[in-house]
């Protein structure tokens, strides 16, 4: 009975878990959604405002009042305006005391002020406890829903119990807090929106330098000297050809720059005989920005499959297609197969198929939605294994493809070597210096340091 009794307890529903009352300076897009979306998770809101009048736009079940009356019937005040207005806040000095202060402003540029904005809130307010949070989502994202992009929730202060507080609301809204520490965080919160994608501006200004180079490399190559010493003009090799010999280039030179800081980090520790000392910059930033050189190379690799494709429906293809068909013609003669073009074909486009698709499963297992529900070995295997293995297919495809070229005098237009022999420099390297460091002359002591060995202790002090 007594069992059965506290069953039913359990439960019944806990009054003690009502959600506490939010202020809201502010009543902007921000204000307005942000609201909306608290009294949707529970919370009673609040709104402190200089017109106590109700708006439509307000959320229907929302309180609007005097800043002071406001502020009264809250322990946490969300500051939903703008810095340059954050004057009025002073004299509700008093009425603010004690009070948790969530500063959520962002600026115009990258480290506009001296201070952030939430330490100058601290400044002017210096008896309320000031947190940084909210500012990394949009209005839009709470209206709409789709927080996917922007879920996660910096927070950041001085007052351990008010961070807590502000990450208790964060989590009830169904966003992800992350304490980034003390207030002196805020700065780098504050620039986090404004940074247009920090880790993709190294590989996107190196991709696009290579690609501007091999384009420009293959227009003197192909139109330029086909102009002047053949009379012919092959201009049209600007929309098809030209980018469909730079897409595969491009994508095997960046795949192999993605494993090539990884082989300079391993000389770099056998060198040093040890693990606890720090890469040099170049190569720090180098690695962080891997994954971001592989997905551009996917996109280049994904555009050479698309335009292989469409190859045949081209006036050209089509044109010296027929011209083969009627000089046989002409010539009363049949070509036989040449079985050994026949076999490169084939194992041309065999090993690129195989390359692509290890190709686009790199890609797939680097996304967080995929990555998260991978141990840490799978992603390993993934990433390094299968990586090593697409880098080795590929270039075999890119081999077996521009080998004709190679000792052919032809393939040297004005001296300069064909494309696919310049695009096989970096790879090659890259797979002729991991297998030396495979062997178990070299594997043992590497894999040695990695797991804490030193050869010289002193470098861990």
Not at 78 to 92: E, V
Not at 332 to 343: D, I, Q, R
Not at 413 to 441: D, H, M, Q, R
């Amino acid at each position: 009975m007594n069992k059965n009794s506290s069953n039913i307890m359990a439960l019944a529903p806990n009054t003690s878990n009502k959600r506490e009352t939010v202020c809201i300076f502010g009543t902007g897009d921000f204000g307005r959604a942000l609201g909306h979306k608290l009294i949707q998770s529970g919370y009673p809101v609040v709104y402190g405002s200089r017109s106590t009048q109700i708006s439509n736009l307000i959320p229907k079940d929302a309180e609007v009042l005097g800043h002071a009356e406001a502020a009264q019937k809250a322990a946490i005040i969300i500051i939903a305006i703008q810095r340059q207005h954050y004057n009025f806040l002073t004299p509700l000095a008093e009425v603010l005391r004690g009070k948790v202060l969530v500063d959520i402003s962002n600026n115009l540029k990258l480290n506009q002020y001296p201070e952030s904005n939430a330490e100058y809130l601290s400044q002017l307010l210096p008896g309320s406890k000031v947190v940084k949070g909210f500012n990394t989502v949009s209005a839009w994202a709470l209206q709409s829903g789709t927080l996917d992009a922007s879920r996660q929730v910096f927070v950041c202060g001085d007052d351990v119990e008010a961070k807590q507080m502000v990450m208790n609301i964060v989590r009830a809204l169904g966003l992800t807090p992350l304490d980034k520490g003390s207030l002196l965080a805020a700065q780098e919160i504050e620039n986090y929106p404004l940074q247009l994608f920090p880790m993709w501006k190294f590989p996107i200004f190196l991709s696009f330098g290579l690609a501007t180079f091999f384009f420009l490399y293959c227009l003197v190559l192909d139109v330029i000297y086909t102009y002047i010493y053949e009379k012919n003009n092959f201009s049209f090799f600007i929309a098809i050809t030209i980018p469909n010999r730079v897409c595969p280039v491009m994508a095997l030179i960046l795949l192999a720059l993605v494993y090539l800081p990884g082989i300079f980090a391993a000389i770099i520790q056998l060198y040093r005989g040890t693990k606890y000392r720090r890469f040099p910059d170049w190569l720090d930033k180098w690695m962080l920005c891997r994954k971001q050189l592989g997905l551009i190379a996917l996109a280049f690799a994904s555009l050479h499959a698309v335009f292989t494709l469409v190859t045949p429906l081209r006036a050209f293809a089509s044109w010296r297609t027929s011209k083969g068909i009627i000089s046989q013609a002409l010539n009363n003669k049949t070509e036989p197969l040449n079985h050994t073009n026949a076999w490169l074909s084939d194992s041309y486009l065999a090993l690129g198929i195989l390359g692509y698709f290890l190709f686009v499963l790199l890609g797939i297992t680097s996304l967080p939605s995929v990555s998260n529900n991978v141990n840490w070995r799978e992603f390993r295997f993934v990433q390094s294994k299968l990586g090593y293995l697409a880098l080795i297919l590929c270039t075999a495809h890119t081999l077996v493809y521009g080998g004709k070229w190679f000792l052919s005098p032809s393939a040297y237009k004005w001296y300069l070597p064909n494309i696919y022999i310049l695009s096989l420099i970096v790879p090659c390297a890259v797979l002729v210096v991991k297998f030396v460091l495979i062997f178990p002359c070299v594997d043992k002591p590497l894999t040695q340091i990695r797991q804490g060995w030193e050869r010289n202790p002193k470098y861990s002090e």
